[in-house]
């Protein structure tokens, strides 16, 4: 370590934690990563294992808003409520709702395309440093529709990603089959996305870039943070044991639960709830899939991985502390099952898994107000994956005192 390099605690071991484990200790910073449950245990264990580059579109927009009360009427719809949750979750829903407004709609689109175009450079870059580009499929996404009015009403999303440079393809007929063979008639036109890309399977891909961040010294530490604090010499974490760490920085990417964590300190209540995915995981063999499929009307995903096929996502608005419905995952196999005629679907793993989510669709980074050398990384929602190298860059660029890559006052902590 030379002089300017520091002590850093990072404080979760999903891929945001272990992506800014691995940018930080390849410039030499001292970093130890604590987390209760192991490495990418939690939602980077399970998800739909896109690196969706081109998904500038903010959840929180004025089609969702439309949409929102026909799928809250399908209790296993693309979108649910616990209703014993939703006294909790209308503060997130107040700011949901002000996000989708026109004027703070169009500064998110601006922020979400400048951080997917670092979140590209960064995650490629990484993974190349790592040596694990066998890891990413470069074969695209397609996203299917079962109407002309389903189509019609995409427009607006994609003349946004055509401003923003990004390459797509409206596919129908030949085109279409050719893209995924087997699929059901229902289906009369979709679009492609060639740049849109997937890992092998996304706790392979997050353990191989954490075997990254170890030869460049990073450690782990199983246990489970009980407090931050602030010692006479920096920052400190409390362990559930009793013993300290001490840090010259702590950065906070514990995903969903990052405000259990950082609440006490803070008089900031940063608006991050969780949106609850479900998803089921068929061995290999289960339909000859050629890419990722996007069945956007129904709020989920078919992906190709090393172990498999995995089927799942929707939203389910709930906490961290009720139990599964694994309903859900059993409901979108179904709906699988009739869109790919042939789906083998026995033998499935039912996952559920907790999406860090912000009502604006935009992640948390910078310094608690409180305490400048606690840094906060987490909130990335749907595209944590996607984003998590960006997010490391970031933190690496403030903890080193430079001027972020990128602009970040969308995604300033005190911004609501
Ligand atoms: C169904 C589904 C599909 C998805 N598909 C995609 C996709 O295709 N592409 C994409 O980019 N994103 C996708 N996502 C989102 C993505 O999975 C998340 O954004 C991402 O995993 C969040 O990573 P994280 O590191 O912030 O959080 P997590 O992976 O949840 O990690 C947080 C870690 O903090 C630890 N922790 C919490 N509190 C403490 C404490 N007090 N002490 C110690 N440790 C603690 C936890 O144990 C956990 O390991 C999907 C999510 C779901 C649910």
Known sequence: MSHTDKRIVVIGAGIVGIATAALLSEQGHAV???????IAEETSKGNAAALAFSDIMPLASPKILLKAPRWLLDPLGPLSIRPSYLPRLAPWLWQFWKASQPGRLRTSIAAQTALMRLAETEM????????IGAMVRHDGSLELYESETEFNATAHGWKQRELAGIGFEHVRGGRLAELQPGLSPRFVAGTFVPGWKTVSEPQHFARALWTHAERHGAVFHKAEVRTLERSETGPAVRLTDGTAHEADR????????????????????IPLDTERGYNTTLPPGAFDLKRQLIFGNH?????????????GGAVELGGLDLPPNYARSKSMLAKAAEFL???????GVEWMGFRPSMPD????????????SVLLAFGNGHLGLTQSAAMGRLITDLVGGRTPAIDIAACRPDRF
Request: hydrophobic share 45%; proline share 9%.
């Open 32 to 38: 130890t990563v604590i987390d209760c449950s192991g």
């Open 124 to 131: 490629m870059a990484l993974v190349e440093r790592a040596g």
């Open 250 to 269: 702590i950065v906070v990417c514990a995903g969903a639960w990052s405000t259990r964590l950082i609440n006490p300190l803070t008089r900031l209540r």
């Open 299 to 311: 709020g989920f995903v078919v992906t190709p991985l090393e172990t498999g096929l995995r089927v």
């Open 341 to 347: 005629p042939g789906l083998k679907t026995s033998d």
């Open 361 to 372: 669709s935009l992640p948390v980074i910078g310094a608690l107000p409180e305490d400048p």
